[in-house]
């Protein structure tokens, strides 16, 4: 009982109104599912602590932040509903997960380190990268396993880390990329598995440490919101700054419109350097374009591609970033943005939680938020969220729902990365007529 009377006391349910806006708010009861965050903090106030733990929504909460945002009081129901699954947790109780557990038992592999990782085996020798130390850190969080895990669906996040990397590099930056990295442990985290979320975090401190970096860079929200706030109470000094690619990207502004517009002006003929895979390196081919180039991509075409960007919950209602991802897409040439009509705080989730929401409501609210996508005319949805991805990616799969679903996806920094080398693309043909 004394757990749970901290627990209210730190996230100031205590000061909850009774108004029910909160429930208003949360998308889960807005589309008829049972989970009410008012009846979670009266019961919780009440201490009802049985009842609350054994009721079966716990666990529903997408942990958005939308009712957060909403509550007149400032209680922090999602703070609230973490230390409420950590009770739980302890008492036996957890989410039914989805893909048979299989995501959560690999991140308790590598929380008790029984796992040797081939983690770098996607990064080829063109991109530039230290094992140990540097002054930027770029975590890569999990991608290397949904791409593998999920390959049937397709996934491809490993497009938008590769893309982030040779950012990185031609903005003069050669990241730390760590083979001993490990799961952030977000979503045991948010399960109530502390245990092993502390050993993770223990692991990914001690490393971030060792490499002796002053900023971090991460292309996850997730993995971001984690190392930003999760993970502060086990830094043994100040901890490094902590950026999400895109806001790297921001900082970087001009020099990346610099970069564009060399590419534009170049006017080099040589042979197409290439990757080991046998791609042209779209950082630094000056020859002609060349069909493996053009992959059918909508960022390809002749003419201004519109793009709509997904703003993930842990970027911004969680950590107030928003700006930073239209920032760098309002530089890039051939690219106009057409917001959702849902955006930024208002923008609807991609309901994929902590792989403990895969259910009919989920289902709904993401084919909602793709719906909302195609509705702005845009042939791109630009993400800066691997877990946004894999969530949009497995409701697109619905035989009767592909006409009103269907939509390219790109992270951020592929959609950088492609721009570029279509302004260099622009130049040669330019230059050839």
């Not at 997408?62 to 009770?87: E, G, N, S």
């Not at 692991?203 to 971001?224: F, M, W």
């Amino acid at each position: 009982m004394q757990d749970l009377l901290t627990a209210v006391r730190e996230s100031r349910a205590w000061a909850c109104y009774d108004c029910g806006k909160c429930t208003a708010a949360c998308p889960i009861a807005r589309i008829g599912g049972s989970l009410s965050p008012r009846r979670h903090v009266l019961k919780a106030n009440s201490g009802q602590q049985k009842e609350i733990l054994q009721n079966g929504t716990l666990f529903s909460c997408l942990t958005c932040r939308m009712c957060d945002q909403r509550c007149p009081a400032t209680v922090a129901y999602t703070d609230l509903i973490q230390k409420l699954r950590a009770l739980a947790f302890r008492g036996g109780v957890e989410p039914e997960c989805p893909h048979g557990g299989a995501l959560q038992s690999l991140m308790r592999m590598m929380a008790k380190g029984e796992t040797h990782q081939d983690r770098l085996r996607w990064l080829s020798p063109d991109l530039k990268s230290d094992p140990e130390k540097g002054e930027v850190f770029y975590w890569t969080g999990c991608n290397v396993y949904y791409d593998a895990f999920f390959s049937d669906f397709p996934v491809a996040t490993l497009k938008g880390t590769k893309a982030a990397v040779g950012l990185m590099n031609k903005l003069g930056v050669v990241p730390v990329v760590s083979a001993d990295e490990r799961c952030c442990g977000h979503d045991l985290l948010w399960n109530g598995d502390r245990k092993h979320f502390e050993l993770l975090a223990q692991h990914n401190v001690k490393l971030l440490e060792a490499s002796g970096a002053q900023t971090l860079v991460t292309s996850c929200a997730e993995c971001l919101r984690t190392w930003k706030i999760d993970y502060e109470p086990f830094f043994s000094s100040k901890p490094p700054r902590m950026l999400h690619i895109s806001e790297f990207l921001a900082e970087h502004l001009q020099e990346l419109k610099n970069l564009l517009e060399t590419r534009s002006r170049r006017r080099e003929e040589a042979d197409s350097p290439s990757t080991p895979d046998g791609n042209i390196d779209l950082f630094t081919s000056t020859a002609a374009p060349s069909p493996q180039v053009r992959t059918g991509s909508a960022l390809e075409s002749k003419t201004p591609t519109s793009v709509t960007f997904q703003d993930p919950c842990r970027l911004g209602r969680h950590l107030g970033i928003y700006d930073p991802p239209r920032q760098v897409l309002s530089v890039l040439p051939g690219i106009k943005l057409a917001e959702m009509r849902n955006r930024a705080g208002a923008a609807l989730c991609c309901a994929g939680g902590t792989w403990s929401n895969c259910d009919r409501f989920a289902k709904q609210i993401q084919v909602e938020r793709l719906r909302e996508a195609r509705a702005t005319g845009a042939s791109v949805l630009v993400t800066a969220c691997p877990k946004c991805q894999i969530h949009f990616r497995c409701a697109m799969k619905d035989p009767r729902l592909r006409g009103e679903t269907e939509i390219e996806m790109k992270d951020v920094s592929e959609v950088v990365a492609e721009a570029i080398a279509q302004a260099f693309e622009k130049q040669v043909r330019e230059s050839c007529e």
